[in-house]
Nanobody, 124 residues
């Protein structure tokens, strides 16, 4: 079992930056592939970024490439999502997720554990 707790969400103006953090605890959290998803009300949870257990492999959805960076610190059991040049359409609840797969896929079904989510609101 892995417990995930997100933090760092909030209200930011368009063009601004936020850094989300995900604290993982439980069974050897550093062995898990990790990801970030986001969800708008009434919509399905959507893939944002994924990072392998080693941190060497990352993937991003096209809409955030060049603006968002996923990283991890296995010594601290932390995963980050640095979000720059934020746009109105980035507004959503952001979820951290952990996968048994060292290099996870990009669908919600590829992940085994989820955090409770943190709200990110981008204003004009």
């Amino acid at each position: 079992q892995v417990q995930l707790v997100e933090s760092g969400g909030g209200l930011v103006q368009a063009g601004g930056s936020l850094r989300l953090s995900c604290a993982a605890s439980g069974r050897t959290a550093s062995n898990y592939g990790m990801g970030w998803f986001r969800q708008d009300p009434g919509k399905e949870r959507a893939f944002v970024a994924v990072i392998s257990w080693s941190g060497r492999v990352t993937y991003y959805t096209d809409s955030v490439k060049g603006r968002f960076t996923i990283s991890r610190d296995n010594a601290k059991n932390l995963v980050y999502l640095q979000m720059n040049s934020l746009k109105l359409e980035d507004t959503a609840v952001y979820y951290c997720a952990a996968s048994f797969a060292g290099v996870p896929g990009r669908g919600p079904g590829d992940f085994n554990f989820w955090g409770q989510g943190t709200q990110v609101t981008v204003s004009s």
